[in-house]
């Protein structure tokens, strides 16, 4: 299993959980998921979460009663979730990998993947591998279910707010910079944070995110490589809407062979 490569989500981690970002992984655990899985038929009784992050849907998932794996590259935003599983009294099995190259004993019915999580894969061989290696840890008939940002989402929308105030606490400050490079499809996202030091003084952390678009055509030539039949394609995954030019965010299910 390759070590995980990825620096962003360390010092960040904290605030991320802190901030309104976790307001999207609500959404999907009390919404999105449900309405998939009622949509799909589908009762799945173990989960494997990639790039669960700080355990939001893992954990609402757990409280579900659902066996669930959640794997991130982040030690620090997987610590969290830690704390969150132990204060719901759930048990979540936690794994430290990178989700283009892991390899787990067990087999699941569902895979998820959620929160722009797979445009953090810069390179197409890695999208792939993380295809490929979801599909080698599904149960037959098993679903794997996940959402990533288009180009559109990257180059377009993001670029509206090229500065943001991300958070603005008594005792922490967040900046956002985003910018698009469209020779490589990638976004930069500098996350500039300020925390209140000793004698209130202002500390000042770094870090680069950086996210992925990848075309449509791209994404499903991948999945189908990879074995999976494709289910369904959202633009909006609760109203159902089509993929569209101007869609910011991808949903995708897909299901491998029974
Ligand atoms: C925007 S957060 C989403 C977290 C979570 N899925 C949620 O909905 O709250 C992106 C997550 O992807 C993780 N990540 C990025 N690249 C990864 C990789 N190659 N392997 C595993 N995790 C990765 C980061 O550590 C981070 O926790």
Wanted: proline letters at 4%.
């Amino acid at each position: 299993m390759r070590k995980p490569r990825l620096q962003p989500y360390r010092h960040f981690a904290k605030h991320y959980h802190a901030g309104n970002y976790i307001q999207f992984s609500h959404w999907i655990s009390q919404e999105v998921f449900p309405h998939l899985l009622t949509l799909l038929n589908f009762s799945p009784h173990s989960l494997l979460d990639l790039a669960c992050g700080s355990g939001v849907f893992a954990v609402s998932a757990a409280q579900q009663g659902l066996s669930v794996t959640g794997l991130d590259a982040s030690a620090d935003m997987l610590a969290i979730g830690q704390e969150l599983a132990r204060e719901a009294n759930v048990q979540v099995a936690w794994v430290q990998a990178d989700m283009s190259s892991f390899s787990l004993p067990a087999r699941f019915d569902c895979i998820t993947c959620f929160f722009d999580s797979l445009n953090y894969l810069l390179k197409v061989e890695d999208l792939s591998h993380t295809f490929q290696t979801a599909y080698a840890h599904l149960n037959p008939g098993g679903y794997f279910i996940f959402d990533m940002n288009t180009i559109y989402g990257l180059a377009v929308i993001w670029q509206r707010f090229p500065y943001n105030l991300a958070q603005d606490q008594p005792d922490y400050m967040e900046f956002t910079e985003v910018s698009y490079d469209y020779e490589l499809e990638i976004a930069n996202m500098r996350v500039i944070m300020f925390e209140r030091g000793e004698k209130r003084t202002w500390v000042k952390h770094e870090e680069l995110h950086q996210e992925r678009g990848y075309h449509i055509e791209d994404v499903l030539l991948l999945l189908s490589r990879a074995g999976f039949e494709l289910k369904h394609l959202f633009g909006h995954p609760i109203q159902e809407t089509p993929l569209m030019e101007n869609s910011g965010r991808m949903w995708v299910v897909v299901q491998k062979p029974a």
